[in-house]
């Protein structure tokens, strides 16, 4: 029971790392590399405001979240719209914007030196215990775990209960398709990728109470994203919370059970096998 | 009539600004190379303790009309290079400085691998290489390869047996018993310490009763602090690196591990520990320590705040700048830039610091140093070395309020 609450709790955190890049990978077929960037600049927005203001990180995702939006939907419009008109196929706007936004991170994380330095931020904010069934867990990182709960939700039902949440899953589906019903295409996927740069500064807020971000850190969490996208299946929110608890329950099992040494060879092993058995990932669909 | 007068002020202007250029290029500069990460794992390490000690260095000495050499004063010019915390860039900076920026001397890199990495550099175009950072057991070997290599800041045996010591205190006192519990981070550092650590501890009659490693990066530590406190241990250690030493820190108190002895390695002695954890942090011990209540600490912080606008860590910091007065006291002392002359004189003298006298043994080796300090008060005090002075008693941790 106590690997199971832990595995959730870890799951979560993994959960708000990886659905921003859902969202832009998934839905406007952004392969963002500098998504781990933008999770540091959430999290040194809550550092900072908790330091200087006391403000507290929920209230600090409020003010982050609509401007990431907007700074993400820059970013798009300026660069990456350019590739997208240019790119002949899928794969090659894979490839343009891998490199474009590998550039970015670099740009991401020089322009976060020149302005915050290079320390490590830490804060203190909810590390209080709240006991569970007779065990301690971190007050910090279960508000995190609904808070990814929370966001979750709200994005499945967004996407698959209102107009524009539809239209963008048409997207994922098929670009060209959705122009012929009348969808606004360039306008939607805009949307979703700063939609998805605003959860993943939104998740770097609630993560930042209690891991220790650097100004170069970002990518670390790029990669565990990606792992957990590709495992999820790209382009379903659900395939990604599935796969963020799964990991975090396995990593956490490891970790108590055999040995903590192993949980990153569990985690590749996991990857591993989904990728042989379901190389579509979890939700994803089969390429027909 | 004003515009005759604006022309006049124009010229005098122009005049004066070529006057004073040409006061600043009589005055000539010796070049400092500075190499050490700003992106990478090592930048949250280096941004604390290395870069402010070059701004402030740099500023100390141009502040008092630079470096006398023979009677001629020469200003300090600092070129930096970002190593992006990889051995091959640190490398190919050291050696852009030597040949192409025509350095006088260049500050050793941060960080034990990195230094050995460039020690073949240095040797090579024969710049003495005092290093603050680099933590080995191999210094005999480093020193007869790399004469001009010098070493400061201990070896892995030592921290490890500054931690038994501290140990063997708390249990003479009926602080503690003999359970250990000890964890290290899956890396280079954390490897070595544990493995140089397991010995001496199990010789100094402890129970080793969890012993466990983890992945770098790990993003959940509370399996491993639940499994040591399911051990019951008397003292917890704790080979751990930045980011893990905040998260054990923080999942131990959450855990509620209430042992009378709480260790963890790097970054303990960092400012921003004692930010994150505030009252909590009270007792916990850590890698390194200074003589945190001596004049000379002192005032190198105070300076070092006002200049920088950071406090220095209450470990490397003060190494970081010693290291660097090491080499201006040589290039003073001996009246010269040749750096063969500079080497020998560093080789054959000792310096009084911001942390002390450093003086070497005949592997080039500060052989004095700090291995174990302890925040008592808001203040990270060294509590053990191999030979300094002012180190102060070490108190048992009571609970995480």
């Given at each position: 029971?106590?690997?199971?609450?832990?595995?959730?709790?870890?799951?979560?955190?993994?959960?708000?790392?990886?659905?921003?890049?859902?969202?832009?990978?998934?839905m406007?077929?952004?392969?963002?590399?500098?998504?781990?960037?933008?999770?540091?600049?959430?999290?040194?927005?809550?550092?900072?405001?908790?330091?200087?203001?006391?403000?507290?990180?929920?209230?600090?995702?409020?003010?982050?979240?609509?401007?990431?939006?907007?700074?993400?939907?820059?970013?798009?419009?300026?660069?990456?719209?350019?590739?997208?008109?240019?790119?002949?196929?899928?794969?090659?706007?894979?490839?343009?914007?891998?490199?474009?936004?590998?550039?970015?991170?670099?740009?991401?994380?020089?322009?976060?030196?020149?302005?915050?330095?290079?320390?490590?931020?830490?804060?203190?904010?909810?590390?209080?215990?709240?006991?569970?069934?007779?065990?301690?867990?971190?007050?910090?990182?279960?508000?995190?775990?609904?808070?990814?709960?929370?966001?979750?939700?709200?994005?499945?039902?967004?996407?698959?209960?209102?107009?524009p949440?539809l239209a963008i899953r048409a997207i994922a589906v098929s670009p060209d398709s959705s122009r012929l019903v009348g969808i606004d295409v360039p306008r939607l996927a805009?949307?979703?990728?700063?939609?998805?740069?605003?959860?993943?500064?939104?998740?770097?807020?609630?993560?930042?109470?209690?891991?220790?971000?650097?100004?170069?850190?970002?990518?670390?969490?790029?990669?565990?994203?990606?792992?957990?996208?590709?495992?999820?299946?790209?382009?379903?929110?659900?395939?990604?919370?599935?796969?963020?608890?799964?990991?975090?329950?396995?990593?956490?099992?490891?970790?108590?059970?055999?040995?903590?040494?192993?949980?990153?060879?569990?985690?590749?092993?996991?990857?591993?096998?989904?990728?042989?058995?379901?190389?579509?990932?979890?939700?994803?669909?089969?390429?027909? | 009539?004003?515009?005759?007068?604006?022309?006049?002020?124009?010229?005098?202007?122009?005049?004066?600004?070529?006057?004073?250029?040409?006061?600043?290029?009589?005055?000539?500069?010796?070049?400092?190379?500075?190499?050490?990460?700003?992106?990478?794992?090592?930048?949250?390490?280096?941004?604390?303790?290395?870069?402010?000690?070059?701004?402030?260095?740099?500023?100390?000495?141009?502040?008092?009309?630079?470096?006398?050499?023979?009677?001629?004063?020469?200003?300090?010019?600092?070129?930096?290079?970002?190593?992006?915390?990889?051995?091959?860039?640190?490398?190919?900076?050291?050696?852009?400085?030597?040949?192409?920026?025509?350095?006088?001397?260049?500050?050793?890199?941060?960080?034990?691998?990195?230094?050995?990495?460039?020690?073949?550099?240095?040797?090579?175009?024969?710049?003495?290489?005092?290093?603050?950072?680099?933590?080995?057991?191999?210094?005999?070997?480093?020193?007869?390869?790399?004469?001009?290599?010098?070493?400061?800041?201990?070896?892995?045996?030592?921290?490890?047996?500054?931690?038994?010591?501290?140990?063997?205190?708390?249990?003479?006192?009926?602080?503690?018993?003999?359970?250990?519990?000890?964890?290290?981070?899956?890396?280079?550092?954390?490897?070595?310490?544990?493995?140089?650590?397991?010995?001496?501890?199990?010789?100094?009659?402890?129970?080793?009763?969890?012993?466990?490693?983890?992945?770098?990066?790990?993003?959940?530590?509370?399996?491993?602090?639940?499994?040591?406190?399911?051990?019951?241990?008397?003292?917890?250690?704790?080979?751990?690196?930045?980011?893990?030493?905040?998260?054990?820190?923080?999942?131990?108190?959450?855990?509620?591990?209430?042992?009378?002895?709480?260790?963890?390695?790097?970054?303990?002695?960092?400012?921003?520990?004692?930010?994150?954890?505030?009252?909590?942090?009270?007792?916990?011990?850590?890698?390194?320590?200074?003589?945190?209540?001596?004049?000379?600490?002192?005032?190198?912080?105070?300076?070092?705040?006002?200049?920088?606008?950071?406090?220095?860590?209450?470990?490397?910091?003060?190494?970081?700048?010693?290291?660097?007065?090491?080499?201006?006291?040589?290039?003073?002392?001996?009246?010269?830039?040749?750096?063969?002359?500079?080497?020998?004189?560093?080789?054959?003298?000792?310096?009084?610091?911001?942390?002390?006298?450093?003086?070497?043994?005949?592997?080039?080796?500060?052989?004095?140093?700090?291995?174990?300090?302890?925040?008592?008060?808001?203040?990270?005090?060294?509590?053990?070395?191999?030979?300094?002075?002012?180190?102060?008693?070490?108190?048992?941790?009571?609970?995480?309020?």
């Amino acid at each position: 029971m106590d690997i199971l609450i832990t595995g959730l709790l870890l799951g979560g955190t993994y959960a708000l790392i990886a659905m921003g890049l859902n969202l832009q990978y998934g839905m406007s077929r952004i392969m963002n590399l500098a998504n781990g960037e933008m999770l540091v600049i959430g999290g040194f927005a809550a550092f900072w405001l908790w330091t200087s203001g006391l403000v507290s990180p929920f209230l600090t995702i409020f003010l982050v979240a609509p401007v990431a939006f907007v700074l993400n939907w820059l970013i798009y419009i300026v660069i990456l719209r350019p590739l997208v008109r240019r790119a002949r196929s899928r794969g090659q706007l894979e490839v343009d914007s891998i490199l474009t936004t590998f550039g970015l991170s670099f740009v991401a994380v020089g322009i976060m030196i020149a302005t915050f330095g290079g320390d490590y931020f830490s804060y203190s904010y909810l590390a209080r215990p709240v006991v569970i069934l007779g065990e301690n867990y971190a007050l910090n990182r279960l508000s995190a775990f609904i808070g990814a709960a929370l966001i979750a939700g709200a994005l499945y039902l967004w996407l698959n209960h209102s107009r524009p949440g539809l239209a963008i899953r048409a997207i994922a589906v098929s670009p060209d398709s959705s122009r012929l019903v009348g969808i606004d295409v360039p306008r939607l996927a805009a949307i979703s990728f700063a939609l998805g740069g605003a959860v993943t500064a939104v998740g770097g807020g609630l993560i930042s109470m209690f891991l220790t971000l650097d100004a170069s850190t970002g990518v670390l969490f790029t990669l565990k994203a990606l792992i957990i996208v590709i495992m999820g299946g790209v382009g379903d929110i659900r395939g990604t919370i599935v796969a963020a608890l799964l990991l975090g329950i396995l990593e956490t099992f490891v970790a108590t059970v055999i040995d903590p040494g192993l949980t990153l060879a569990a985690a590749y092993l996991l990857f591993v096998s989904i990728l042989l058995l379901r190389p579509q990932g979890l939700f994803g669909r089969s390429p027909s | 009539m004003n515009r005759r007068w604006m022309l006049k002020l124009a010229t005098g202007t122009v005049a004066a600004v070529t006057i004073s250029l040409g006061a600043a290029q009589a005055q000539e500069t010796l070049k400092f190379g500075a190499v050490a990460p700003k992106t990478g794992p090592l930048a949250g390490g280096s941004a604390v303790t290395f870069w402010p000690n070059v701004a402030l260095w740099a500023h100390d000495v141009n502040g008092r009309g630079g470096l006398d050499v023979g009677g001629k004063k020469y200003m300090v010019e600092i070129i930096e290079y970002d190593d992006q915390t990889n051995p091959g860039e640190t490398i190919k900076a050291v050696q852009r400085l030597a040949t192409q920026d025509n350095a006088d001397f260049i500050f050793a890199p941060y960080g034990t691998g990195l230094n050995i990495a460039s020690a073949p550099i240095f040797a090579k175009y024969g710049y003495p290489m005092v290093t603050h950072t680099a933590i080995s057991d191999q210094i005999k070997e480093l020193s007869e390869k790399f004469p001009n290599m010098y070493f400061t800041l201990g070896g892995a045996t030592g921290l490890a047996g500054g931690v038994v010591d501290v140990l063997n205190g708390l249990r003479e006192r009926g602080e503690i018993g003999n359970r250990v519990a000890m964890v290290n981070v899956a890396d280079a550092f954390g490897i070595e310490l544990a493995e140089v650590a397991r010995p001496q501890l199990q010789e100094a009659g402890y129970e080793i009763i969890y012993d466990t490693s983890y992945p770098l990066g790990t993003q959940d530590l509370s399996p491993v602090i639940k499994g040591a406190k399911a051990a019951n241990p008397d003292a917890f250690v704790a080979w751990s690196y930045p980011p893990d030493t905040f998260g054990l820190t923080a999942q131990a108190k959450i855990e509620g591990l209430n042992v009378k002895a709480f260790y963890t390695a790097v970054a303990t002695a960092f400012p921003a520990y004692l930010g994150a954890n505030g009252a909590a942090a009270e007792g916990v011990l850590g890698a390194g320590g200074v003589y945190a209540d001596g004049a000379a600490f002192q005032e190198y912080a105070k300076r070092h705040e006002e200049v920088t606008g950071a406090k220095p860590d209450y470990w490397a910091s003060g190494m970081v700048y010693a290291s660097f007065q090491i080499l201006e006291q040589a290039i003073e002392a001996t009246d010269s830039i040749d750096r063969a002359v500079v080497a020998d004189y560093i080789k054959n003298n000792s310096f009084e610091t911001v942390m002390g006298t450093i003086s070497w043994d005949e592997n080039n080796n500060n052989a004095a140093y700090w291995t174990v300090g302890q925040w008592q008060g808001g203040v990270f005090k060294g509590v053990a070395s191999t030979g300094r002075e002012g180190a102060v008693p070490v108190n048992a941790k009571t609970g995480w309020e």
